[in-house]
């Protein structure tokens, strides 16, 4: 008896070994649960007769039991996501034909205000978010009236975010800042940015993010001309200006201050050279290649931040000895491609960035074009008529020094072979197609320009109302600032401030959550089932932890003063379960076990450290590993413990929503968060972006910019509430300049605060249908 036991336990473990090395079946075969056929310990033969009439019925009580639990999870997710209706987000849309719950919150008027409603910061009251105070009443004049007010105009003023450069202060602490220049005779200094102290009356604030969290000024307003009148909107191209904006053909009330010192001529303008001798005047204020790991050791043993441009002492040639301290510097990437259709405004936008980084600076930022050639025919690598025939027919001529032109065929001669098939690929690309790994041509302009220490990855259709430098600036700062204790777990939620409070109150509710969750916060490299070490790894004992994560030291200083190595614009979300399109487009991870873990920040706009690229580099070439753009950067700074920050920047939304929907919409995710079941960025909760001013298929933020740059617009709104591109005409020159009936006298023309804006494919109305084939294009792509 006891053998014949012993026969049978044999033959089960036989039989469940030989089932982990049984092969998957073949497409069109059944795969039915196995069985042993062994001898049973109850007389269930009677019942069913067959071991195959078993396995049918195994199998069957099998797929029950998943059902079961599918439809469960569906019921669970249905009632987190809001299907119950009494919310505005994620998972109310049940029917195909059912109108998202947000599109009827009644819409947001105030952002159109002009600049005769500014009202100083300490007499604002928002629309919305609720005010604590009651609004004022509307001021509603007879039309009298409002003429006898209409040459009362504010005047702009120029604005600054730079450091005083010239102070005591600060010469006391770093090398001497030296004048740029746009031309080469050193006769065109970079013109002064303007603004209005003040905003519209009612202008509503940012139901996500917050201006004053990241050191961003909210209390002034940018109008169109004081953002780009300095580079060109409002005169002539006899003038050396774009011929845009002219007198009337825009309201320009007030804004001849603008140009009172006189106007930049653009023609001839060469902002590769402008950048050089930038930086080459400016020398001393930077490492140098020779000295920088040098540099950086050195301030690593004296367990201050190695990046941070306030704590890196190096000559001491300051006064009375002091020692003066170098910076870092930055390269802006800005990824383009044959084709795109360059317009005025486009030519404003990169002139902007590259005064305000590059030369307001002192050379501290660079600006770069990428040129992704599509036409790989093209011997752009060995004849240079050829380079310079691309860059003829695709780039303004004052931008072509700053370019260089690279293909998909290149990428792949730099990363050969050798890579297995993708877990997913819904965009039926190849792995080194620009679509699927933007972050490529990244890795190599690493590895070609070791003189950068981070690298911001920009897009063509993104805009910003505001100063560039404020907002790059900023956002590092405060990446600098953060402690990697719970982290990763901050950077998953959307800082939404009228339901979180303080920033502060934010960190305990994102603490609370994750201690709830029963998960171990992640507060360094990560461990999972065939991971592989980098070659090039840190010297030091806690890899790419700082010294400040040591054992003994206050977890929460761990990594305060560190810059970020990443700094992305949307929450670090899990993939995972996610129903993000994307979130199994994975390639060369063993999957035994499952698909490693993931984080991804929805748009590639972002902020990435040379360390991070180069680890990104060797996880390419060496591991064969890869994931979709949006995934992989920080994906690779979450293995191997690299600082990864999502900077809340201030993000508006077109519509009244009630501030606990925005809460749920966004954070509907697993924990609080915005990833996991029940995600924003599933395919079907995506919708609610599409009234937000920044997201990859935003339509509210392109509709305003046009609206703030002058030109009348459908107004999106109608009986059903309406969306982008319905509705009546609003806007333009006549709204903005003359008498509105029932709105009363014109408010000039609009001015608003300091935001973030994408996708912006077109501008002019007459850009219109060009514009609308590219949006569809990428919604295509998104959508597959």
């Known amino acids: ?11 089960r473990h036989a039989s469940f070994y030989n089932s982990l090395l049984r092969p998957v079946p073949e497409k069109g075969e059944i795969a039915l649960p196995v069985s042993a056929c062994g001898r049973p310990q109850i007389p269930v033969r ?124 600060y010469l006391s602490e770093f090398y001497e800042v030296q004048t740029c220049y746009l031309d080469t005779n050193h006769s065109v200094t970079v013109p002064d940015v303007f603004a209005y102290p003040g905003m519209p009356q009612g202008m509503p604030d940012p139901l996500i993010g917050s201006h004053r969290l990241l050191g961003i000024h909210d209390d002034v307003c940018f109008d169109r001309f004081g953002r780009y009148g300095s580079y060109g909107l409002g005169y002539s191209m006899e003038e050396g200006g774009t011929g845009e904006a002219m007198p009337g053909q825009s309201e320009r009330a007030g804004a001849d201050v603008i140009w009172s010192n006189g106007k930049v001529d653009y023609n001839g303008i060469k902002w590769g050279e402008a950048q050089e001798l930038c930086v080459k005047a ?33 000559d001491a040639n300051g006064a009375e000895g002091k020692e003066l301290k170098k910076i870092t ?25 590259i005064s305000e980084l590059a030369l307001g600076s002192g050379g501290e930022y660079t600006v770069h074009f990428l040129v992704h050639v599509k036409d790989e025919s093209q011997p752009i690598f060995a004849d240079p008529d050829a380079y310079q025939h691309i860059l003829d027919l695709n780039i303004p001529s004052e931008f072509h ?51 950068y220490e981070h690298v911001w990855n920009w897009e063509m259709d993104m805009r910003y109302v505001g100063h560039f430098y404020e907002f790059f600036d900023r956002l590092g700062s405060w990446g600098r600032r953060q402690s990697r204790h719970g982290l990763w777990e901050r950077s998953a939620k959307y800082y939404v401030p009228s339901v979180h409070g303080s ?61 970020a190595d990443l700094i992305t614009l949307n929450p670090l979300f899990d993939a995972e379960e996610s129903g993000w399109v994307f979130s199994k487009d994975v390639t060369g991870y063993s999957q035994l076990y499952g698909l490693p873990p993931r984080r991804t920040a929805i748009i590639t706009a972002s902020r990435l450290s040379r360390r991070l690229l180069l680890a990104m580099h060797e996880e390419t070439w ?19 413990g690299l600082k990864a920050v999502y900077a809340p920047h201030p993000v508006y939304l077109d519509r009244k929503w009630p501030v606990e929907a925005v809460g749920r919409a966004f954070n509907g995710g697993r924990d609080g968060s915005s ?52 509705g009546k005409v609003r806007g333009g020159f006549e709204e903005e300049n003359g008498w509105v009936e029932g709105r009363g006298i014109g408010e000039g023309r609009m001015c608003l605060r300091s935001m973030l804006v994408h996708p912006v494919k077109w501008e002019k109305p007459e850009e219109e249908s060009k514009g609308k084939k590219d949006e569809k294009k990428d919604e295509r792509k998104k959508s597959k």
């Open 1 to 11: 008896m006891g053998r014949a036991r012993l026969f049978m336990l044999k033959a």
């Open 46 to 169: 009677a019942i069913l007769g067959h071991c195959l009439y078993r396995r049918v019925a195994l199998w069957t009580i099998t797929i029950l039991v998943l059902l079961s639990v599918v439809c469960l999870k569906a019921d669970v997710k249905g009632v987190r996501s809001g299907h119950d209706g009494k919310g505005g987000n994620g998972g109310q849309n049940q029917h195909k034909n059912e109108k998202p719950k947000w599109m009827s919150y009644p819409h947001l008027g105030s952002y159109y205000k002009g600049i005769k409603s500014i009202v100083p910061a300490s007499d604002h009251v928002p629309d919305w978010p609720q005010p604590k105070i009651k609004p004022p009443s509307k001021d509603i004049r007879t039309k009298a009236q409002a003429e006898e007010t209409r040459m009362e105009v504010p005047v702009p003023e120029p604005y600054s975010p730079y450091p005083r450069y010239s102070s005591e202060v």
């Open 282 to 314: 400016n020398k001393k204020r930077f490492f140098e290649k020779a000295d920088h790991k040098r540099e950086i050791e050195n301030a690593k043993k004296s367990l201050l931040d190695p990046l941070d441009k306030t704590h890196t002492p190096t």
């Open 329 to 353: 510097r930055h390269a802006v990437v800005i990824r383009t491609y044959t084709g795109f259709r360059w317009t005025s405004h486009a030519t404003l936008n990169f002139r902007a960035m």
């Open 401 to 451: 020094s700053i370019c260089t032109l690279w293909t998909e065929g290149q990428m792949r001669l730099l990363y050969p072979g050798g890579y297995s098939k993708s877990a997913s690929n819904p965009s039926g690309q190849g792995f080194h197609s620009v679509y699927r790994s933007a972050h490529f041509p990244l890795q190599h302009f690493a590895l070609q320009h070791p003189e």
């Open 503 to 563: 920033w502060d109150n934010f960190e305990a509710i994102a603490a609370a959550e994750s201690k709830a969750s029963g998960r171990r916060p992640i507060s360094g490299p990560i461990l999972f089932a065939g991971r592989q070490e980098l070659q090039k790894q840190p010297q030091a004992k806690t890899g790419f932890l700082p010294e400040t994560c040591a054992m003994g030291n206050d977890p929460h200083g761990c990594g305060v003063g560190e810059e």
């Open 622 to 640: 060496r591991l064969k590993h890869g994931m979709f753009s949006e995934m992989f950067p920080p994906t690779i700074a979450l293995h191997h």
């Open 675 to 726: 990833g996991g079941d029940g995600s924003p960025f599933d395919l079907k909760n995506e919708h609610n972006h599409k009234g937000a001013s920044w997201y990859y298929h935003a339509e509210f933020g392109p509709m305003l910019w046009r609206r703030w740059l002058g030109f009348a617009m459908p107004a999106g709104r109608t009986e059903d509430g309406g969306k982008v591109g319905q």
